[in-house]
């Protein structure tokens, strides 16, 4: 079975930068798309962002300009470059494989927290 594990969340004020990183093991990481989601406080879990297998990317609207998903196969690793951070960018990041029609697997890590406050 897939697993993830998500790393590089932390504290950070308005403006700043983090690089989440997302570790996948357990499938051949190189031949699925792959995405970002979020969850803030009290609501649900939201899609971020999205690079398919030849490194086509899509944006949630709210990020677009601020965030860069990229995927090092050899490494099987992705990674979100969030820059211009805002309050409203603070939930826990999550990563998954998507399949062909853009699903998620059922297997969620335990995802990093990002928050942002100054």
């Known amino acids: 079975q897939v697993q993830f594990v998500e790393s590089g969340g932390g504290l950070v004020q308005p403006g700043g930068s983090l690089r989440l990183s997302c570790a996948t093991s357990?499938?051949?990481?190189?031949?699925?798309?792959m995405g970002w989601y979020r969850q803030a406080p009290g609501k649900q879990r939201e899609w971020v962002a999205t690079i398919t297998t030849g490194g086509i990317t899509n944006y949630l609207d709210a990020v677009k300009g601020r965030f860069t998903i990229s995927r090092d196969n050899a490494k099987k690793t992705l990674y979100l470059q969030m820059n211009s951070l805002k309050p409203e960018d603070t939930a826990v990041y999550y990563c998954?494989?998507?399949?062909?029609?853009?699903?998620?697997?059922?297997?969620w890590g335990q995802g990093t927290q990002v928050a942002v406050s100054s």
């Open positions: 357990g499938s051949i990481f190189r031949i699925y798309a």
């Open positions: 998954n494989q998507l399949s062909r029609t853009d699903v998620p697997t059922d297997s």
